[in-house]
């Protein structure tokens, strides 16, 4: 059965003027109508048959106060049949309550006024930050380029450190220097780092991590090893490496670095730079860390694309390729951090600053306001453009005609394009 619009507006007002919060019913609201009594006007008294209902109400409401609403009067909707001859015409009268809405204590929002200092509202400020490369000056006297490098350089390596030590990452437990087996001979070991890193490009730590283990336990035994490798059909050495990116490829690659190593190294993996990038599928990043893995040796910095998207996003150079971002490193950055910055930069971009979705709000360098690249917030971006769009004349014919519109791009606000003054304090 609906509910008429008289008994709605009618309960509304009687939750209002009614003390007690217990739950209202239609035989409750019928009790509290036929017990109530409203003080009379001069229009009751005269009668109300030839007269608007509003008035009574409107007289009998003013008497009461309602705290933090207000009382508008309306003249009901016309019913259905009231035009139709034999029925008497009614006029009814409708009260509406609106009643301010309170915001519920669960939602915490803090609404800053223009002209109201936002840190005084308890909403921090963003800081901002600049880039500050390395930079390059000749010395007058010998006439010497020398590399001078990023002025916080230091504080940002540190706070890096400090974050990683308090989030564990794949590269920490999967990485490719822990792929070699510790139980094989030394030799054996060089070559399985060797495959580990061919593996490793375009494929998650993970997944090269269970990939080396199906090569160490389902080749035959002693598993993983140069002659397994020379031995094992193309076919069968795909189908285990199957999950890595471009499998088909390494398979080809894997397969001809194995005979060049059985015909020109003797067995074993070469020990220099140049040895290892002649061997196919082999490049600088991994020659360098095979280099310092393998053999201990730290000739130069390995750089993956976490190094390369990284070192950019805090200002340290502007460089398109790894191999740039090797040589602007190598520059300036202390020997003794070469071999460590790999993996240091690594947990980090697979942890915290993430190629994707990254969130600068959990991350210490953007709350310090060492990284530039950090975000800060979401801006709109209206980019005008002129579209040419077919329109019919009047005599019918389709003219071309040029229509200025207006794109509106939601864009990442960095820390590094903060003004001046909202970054003060």
Same mark, same amino acid.
């Given at each position: 059965?609906?509910?008429?619009?008289?008994?709605?507006?009618?309960? %509304?007002?009687?939750?209002?003027?009614?003390?007690?919060?217990?739950?209202?019913?239609?035989?409750?609201?019928?009790?509290?109508?036929?017990?109530?009594?409203?003080?009379?006007?001069?229009?009751?008294?005269?009668?109300?048959?030839?007269?608007?209902?509003?008035?009574?109400?409107?007289?009998?409401?003013?008497?009461?106060?309602?705290?933090? /609403?207000?009382?508008?009067?309306?003249?009901?909707?016309?019913?259905?049949?009231?035009? %139709?001859?034999?029925?008497?015409?009614?006029?009814?009268?409708?009260?509406?309550? /609106?009643?301010?809405?309170?915001?519920?204590?669960?939602?915490?929002?803090?609404?800053?006024?223009?002209?109201?200092?936002?840190?005084?509202?308890?909403?921090?400020?963003?800081?901002?930050?600049?880039?500050?490369? =390395?930079?390059?000056?000749?010395?007058?006297?010998? #006439?010497?380029?020398?590399?001078?490098?990023?002025?916080?350089?230091?504080?940002?390596?540190?706070?890096?450190?400090?974050?990683?030590?308090?989030?564990?990452?794949?590269?920490?437990?999967?990485?490719?220097?822990?792929?070699?087996?510790?139980?094989?001979?030394?030799?054996?070991?060089?070559?399985?780092?060797?495959?580990?890193?061919?593996?490793?490009?375009?494929?998650?730590?993970?997944?090269?991590?269970?990939?080396?283990?199906?090569?160490?336990?389902?080749?035959?035994?002693? $598993?993983?090893?140069?002659?397994?490798?020379?031995?094992?059909?193309? =076919?069968?050495?795909?189908?285990?490496?199957?999950?890595? #990116?471009?499998?088909?490829?390494?398979?080809?690659?894997? %397969?001809?670095?194995?005979?060049?190593?059985?015909?020109?190294?003797? @067995?074993?993996?070469?020990?220099?730079?140049?040895?290892?990038?002649?061997?196919? #599928?082999? $490049?600088? %990043?991994?020659?360098?860390?095979?280099? =310092?893995?393998?053999? @201990?040796?730290?000739?130069?910095?390995? *750089?993956?694309?976490?190094?390369?998207?990284?070192?950019?996003?805090? @200002?340290?150079?502007?460089?398109?390729?790894?191999?740039?971002?090797?040589?602007?490193?190598?520059?300036?950055?202390?020997?003794?951090?070469?071999?460590?910055?790999?993996?240091?930069? *690594? #947990?980090? $971009?697979?942890?915290?600053?993430?190629?994707?979705?990254?969130?600068?709000?959990?991350?210490?360098?953007?709350?310090? $306001?060492?990284?530039?690249?950090?975000?800060?917030?979401?801006?709109?971006? *209206?980019?005008?453009?002129?579209?040419?769009?077919?329109?019919?004349?009047?005599?019918?014919?389709?003219?071309?005609?040029?229509?200025?519109?207006?794109?509106?791009?939601?864009?990442?606000?960095?820390?590094?394009?903060?003004? /001046?003054?909202?970054?003060?304090?």
């Amino acid at each position: 059965m609906r509910t008429s619009r008289i008994a709605r507006e009618t309960a %509304k007002v009687t939750k209002l003027l009614s003390p007690s919060r217990k739950r209202q019913t239609r035989s409750s609201l019928a009790s509290y109508s036929a017990s109530a009594k409203l003080p009379a006007s001069p229009e009751t008294e005269n009668g109300l048959e030839n007269r608007d209902d509003t008035s009574s109400i409107s007289s009998a409401l003013s008497d009461y106060s309602i705290d933090d /609403s207000q009382v508008q009067l309306r003249s009901s909707k016309r019913k259905r049949g009231e035009d %139709k001859p034999g029925t008497q015409p009614s006029t009814r009268a409708v009260t509406t309550v /609106s009643v301010k809405t309170r915001k519920s204590p669960r939602k915490k929002t803090t609404k800053v006024e223009e002209n109201v200092d936002i840190e005084e509202a308890g909403i921090p400020r963003p800081k901002k930050a600049r880039r500050q490369p =390395s930079k390059q000056q000749v010395d007058p006297s010998t #006439g010497d380029v020398v590399i001078h490098p990023p002025p916080n350089w230091e504080e940002v390596y540190t706070t890096t450190q400090e974050m990683r030590k308090l989030v564990l990452a794949p590269v920490d437990t999967m990485g490719c220097e822990r792929a070699g087996d510790q139980a094989r001979s030394p030799k054996d070991g060089r070559f399985q780092t060797l495959v580990a890193l061919m593996l490793s490009s375009q494929t998650k730590d993970t997944t090269n991590a269970l990939t080396m283990e199906r090569l160490r336990t389902e080749l035959p035994p002693p $598993g993983l090893t140069l002659s397994n490798i020379l031995d094992v059909e193309p =076919s069968r050495l795909n189908e285990l490496i199957y999950a890595c #990116g471009f499998h088909n490829n390494k398979t080809r690659y894997i %397969k001809a670095a194995a005979e060049i190593l059985r015909d020109k190294f003797d @067995g074993d993996i070469p020990d220099t730079i140049e040895g290892l990038t002649s061997l196919p #599928g082999v $490049g600088p %990043k991994m020659a360098y860390l095979c280099m =310092s893995s393998a053999w @201990g040796r730290t000739l130069g910095i390995g *750089v993956d694309v976490h190094v390369h998207r990284i070192t950019n996003l805090w @200002g340290w150079h502007k460089t398109k390729t790894p191999e740039e971002t090797r040589a602007a490193l190598e520059a300036w950055l202390p020997k003794e951090k070469w071999h460590e910055i790999n993996h240091l930069l *690594v #947990g980090f $971009g697979q942890t915290i600053c993430t190629p994707v979705g990254r969130d600068c709000s959990t991350c210490a360098l953007s709350e310090k $306001g060492l990284c530039p690249s950090a975000v800060v917030g979401k801006g709109k971006k *209206v980019k005008r453009v002129k579209k040419e769009e077919g329109l019919v004349n009047d005599n019918g014919r389709v003219v071309k005609k040029e229509i200025d519109r207006e794109i509106v791009k939601e864009e990442e606000v960095l820390a590094e394009d903060i003004t /001046s003054t909202a970054s003060a304090s």
